[in-house]
Antibody, heavy 119, light 111 residues
Framework: GQLVESGGGLVQPGGSLRLSCAAS????????MHWVRQVTGKGLEWVSA???????YYAGSVKGRFTTSRENAKNSLYLQMTSLRVGDTAVYYC??????????????WGQGTMVTVSS | QSVLTQPPSVSGAPGQRVTISCTGS?????????IHWYQQVLGTAPKLLIY???NRPSGVPDRFSGSKSGTSASLAISGLQFEDEADYYC???????????FGGGTKLTVL
């Protein structure tokens, strides 16, 4: 399987950006999908998840500002980011969760897309 | 401050064995949620190394092993090789936060 993110770029504080993730090589609708971000030189931070039924979950740092969604017919995952802050600057990874347990590991990662929030 | 605590760095000589600890609490590891480990080589995306506490995905050498006890978990790497030099992260689910959590990461240096 493969995941390919797109949509990153430079945006001003307070602005919006929509990331997309195209999945291939597996049955997209069978998996819970996540977004994970990483500030350059820092650790990994879980951002959000969307379940197979479309249920969504968010980290406290982005709740109310970011919206995750999926479109199974297009094998696509999205992250709508609003009210962006300088602290949201990071590489954003699209990630698939494996299904051996209710909170499985992230077994497929995209290459990441860079989001820079700066004036 | 990460919910899961890892040492910032560990090191070892080629052929040696090293362990990386991951300490959590009663709302994550101690609650029985699985621990997963990732390896991230500089400039690349993370790679799943261990899932479900002690399972290796296809292609991961058996030099890598995981364990879990109480509110802590460990990743062991035996027969260290220069190619093992990378950052390693543990990850689980936290019921208090209702979300996934990562450790702060551990940089492994092969001397």
């Amino acid at each position: 399987g493969q995941l390919v993110e797109s949509g990153g770029g430079l945006v001003q504080p307070g602005g919006s950006l929509r990331l997309s993730c195209a999945a291939s090589g597996f049955t997209f609708s069978d998996y819970e999908m996540h977004w994970v971000r990483q500030v350059t030189g820092k650790g990994l931070e879980w951002v959000s998840a969307v379940g197979r039924a479309g249920d969504t979950y968010y980290a406290g740092s982005v709740k109310g500002r970011f919206t995750t969604s999926r479109e199974n017919a297009k094998n696509s995952l999205y992250l709508q980011m609003t009210s962006l802050r300088v602290g949201d600057t990071a590489v954003y990874y699209c990630v698939r969760e494996e299904t051996t347990s209710s909170a499985g590991g992230f077994d497929i990662w995209g290459q990441g897309t860079m989001v820079t929030v700066s004036s | 401050q990460s919910v899961l605590t890892q040492p910032p760095s560990v090191s070892g000589a080629p052929g040696q064995r090293v362990t990386i600890s991951c300490t959590g609490s009663s709302s994550n590891i101690g609650a029985g949620y699985d621990i997963h480990w990732y390896q991230q080589v500089l400039g690349t995306a993370p790679k799943l190394l261990i899932y479900g506490n002690n399972n290796r995905p296809s292609g991961v050498p058996d030099r890598f092993s995981g364990s879990k006890s109480g509110t802590s978990a460990s990743l062991a790497i035996s027969g260290l090789q220069f190619e093992d030099e990378a950052d390693y992260y543990c990850q689980s689910y936290d019921s208090s936060l209702s979300g996934r959590v990562f450790g702060g990461g551990t940089k492994l240096t092969v001397l």
